[in-house]
C-alpha cells in the first residue's frame, strides 16, 4: 500500500481507521491516491479481524477533488477509465464502489472540502459524519462534465433526483448543516472523527457476523430489488445466523448481563 497517500491503522476493537494522507494538497487525488485506496479496500475486504472502518482526511479537508494538474501532467487521467474484465466499475468508480464490497461497515468523517470526486467516495460509504461548516459539492459541472465515480450507485438512494439534479447542475457548495437536511450526510457534528470512532466502536462491540448480514440486507435490497428476492434474502441471512457461535454467544452475554466475546469471521 502506498502509505504517502493511504495510512492505515487497526486497533484491538477491530476498527480500522483510513487516512487519506495528502494535507499539503486538501487530500487531492492523484494517480496514486487511486492506487492506494485500491489497494487499501482490497485489503480491507479480506481482513477478517475489521469490523469497521472510519476514512477520512489528515489535515483541514476530507478531499478537495481530483488533482487536474497532477493527473493531466502525468497522463494518468485515461487510465482512471481501464476497466478489468472481472470488474463492473473503472478503475475511478471503484473508488467510491468498493467500499460496499467490504464485509464492515464504512463510516466517513467530513471536514473541510469534499468536492466532485471526493465526495463521491464519501458517497460510498454507509455513514457519513460532517462538520457543520464542512464544504460538499456535486462539482464537476464547474469543468464541463458529469459526475462519474459511481454516483448513480450511491446517490439515488439518499437523495430524490430533483434534489440530486439542483446539486449536479449547479455545482453549489452546500454546508454540512444543509448537506444534513437534504440528507446526503447523517448527521452535522462538531468533531466527526471521534463521533465516527465512537460509532465505529459501538459496532465494532456488536456481533461481526449480524452485523455483516444487515450490511449485505441492505445493500442489496435497499432500492429496486425485487421484493420476493429481497424477503427471501432476510429468511436466507436469517437462517445462517441463528444458532451461530455468536448468536448463541449473543443471547448468552444478554442473559447473563456480561459483554460478549464475539469470533471473528471465517
Same mark, same amino acid.
Given at each position: 500500500?502506498?502509505?504517502?497517500?493511504?495510512?492505515?491503522?487497526?486497533?484491538?476493537?477491530?476498527?480500522?481507521?483510513?487516512?487519506?494522507?495528502?494535507?499539503?494538497?486538501?487530500? #487531492? +487525488?492523484? /494517480?496514486?491516491?487511486?492506487?492506494?485506496?485500491?489497494? %487499501?479496500?482490497?485489503?480491507?475486504? %479480506? =481482513?477478517?479481524?475489521?469490523?469497521?472502518?472510519? %476514512?477520512?482526511?489528515?489535515?483541514?479537508?476530507?478531499?478537495?477533488? $481530483?488533482?487536474?494538474? /497532477?493527473?493531466? @501532467?502525468?497522463?494518468?487521467?485515461? /487510465?482512471?477509465?481501464?476497466?478489468?474484465?472481472?470488474?463492473?466499475?473503472?478503475?475511478?468508480?471503484?473508488?467510491? %464502489?468498493?467500499?460496499?464490497?467490504? &464485509?464492515?461497515?464504512?463510516?466517513?468523517?467530513?471536514?473541510?472540502?469534499?468536492?466532485?470526486?471526493?465526495?463521491?467516495?464519501?458517497?460510498? !460509504?454507509?455513514?457519513?459524519? #460532517?462538520?457543520?461548516?464542512?464544504?460538499?459539492?456535486?462539482?464537476?459541472?464547474?469543468?464541463?462534465?458529469?459526475? =462519474?465515480?459511481?454516483?448513480?450507485?450511491?446517490?439515488?438512494?439518499?437523495?430524490?433526483?430533483?434534489?440530486?439534479?439542483?446539486?449536479?447542475?449547479?455545482?453549489?457548495?452546500?454546508?454540512?448543516?444543509?448537506?444534513?437536511?437534504?440528507?446526503?450526510?447523517?448527521?452535522?457534528?462538531?468533531?466527526?472523527?471521534? !463521533? !465516527?470512532?465512537? +460509532?465505529?466502536?459501538?459496532? !465494532?462491540?456488536? /456481533? &461481526?457476523?449480524?452485523? @455483516? #448480514?444487515?450490511?449485505? $440486507?441492505?445493500?442489496?435490497?435497499?432500492?429496486?430489488?425485487?421484493?420476493?428476492?429481497? $424477503?427471501? +434474502?432476510?429468511?436466507? $441471512? @436469517?437462517?445462517?445466523?441463528?444458532?451461530?457461535?455468536?448468536?448463541?454467544?449473543?443471547?448468552?452475554?444478554?442473559?447473563?448481563?456480561?459483554?460478549?466475546?464475539?469470533?471473528?469471521?471465517?
Amino acid at each position: 500500500m502506498n502509505e504517502d497517500r493511504i495510512a492505515l491503522a487497526i486497533d484491538d476493537a477491530g476498527v480500522a481507521q483510513v487516512t487519506l494522507n495528502r494535507a499539503d494538497k486538501h487530500n #487531492a +487525488l492523484d /494517480s496514486a491516491m487511486f492506487d492506494a485506496l485500491l489497494e %487499501v479496500t482490497a485489503a480491507l475486504r %479480506v =481482513d477478517r479481524r475489521v469490523r469497521a472502518v472510519v %476514512v477520512h482526511g489528515a489535515g483541514k479537508s476530507f478531499c478537495s477533488g $481530483l488533482d487536474i494538474t /497532477s493527473l493531466g @501532467q502525468g497522463g494518468g487521467a485515461a /487510465s482512471l477509465l481501464d476497466r478489468d474484465d472481472d470488474q463492473i466499475a473503472n478503475r475511478a468508480q471503484r473508488v467510491s %464502489v468498493d467500499w460496499a464490497t467490504v &464485509p464492515a461497515p464504512v463510516i466517513a468523517a467530513i471536514t473541510g472540502n469534499c468536492f466532485g470526486g471526493g465526495l463521491q467516495i464519501a458517497l460510498g !460509504a454507509d455513514i457519513r459524519y #460532517a462538520t457543520p461548516d464542512a464544504r460538499l459539492s456535486i462539482m464537476e459541472i464547474k469543468w464541463g462534465l458529469v459526475p =462519474d465515480m459511481g454516483i448513480t450507485q450511491t446517490l439515488p438512494r439518499l437523495l430524490p433526483a430533483d434534489v440530486a439534479k439542483e446539486l449536479t447542475f449547479t455545482g453549489r457548495i452546500v454546508s454540512g448543516t444543509e448537506a444534513h437536511a437534504l440528507g446526503l450526510v447523517t448527521r452535522a457534528v462538531d468533531d466527526p472523527l471521534a !463521533a !465516527a470512532l465512537d +460509532l465505529a466502536h459501538d459496532i !465494532a462491540a456488536k /456481533s &461481526p457476523h449480524a452485523i @455483516q #448480514a444487515a450490511k449485505k $440486507l441492505y445493500d442489496q435490497t435497499w432500492s429496486g430489488a425485487d421484493p420476493a428476492a429481497a $424477503l427471501m +434474502l432476510e429468511s436466507e $441471512l @436469517q437462517v445462517g445466523l441463528m444458532g451461530s457461535p455468536n448468536q448463541l454467544e449473543a443471547v448468552h452475554a444478554g442473559m447473563a448481563r456480561r459483554d460478549p466475546s464475539y469470533a471473528d469471521p471465517d
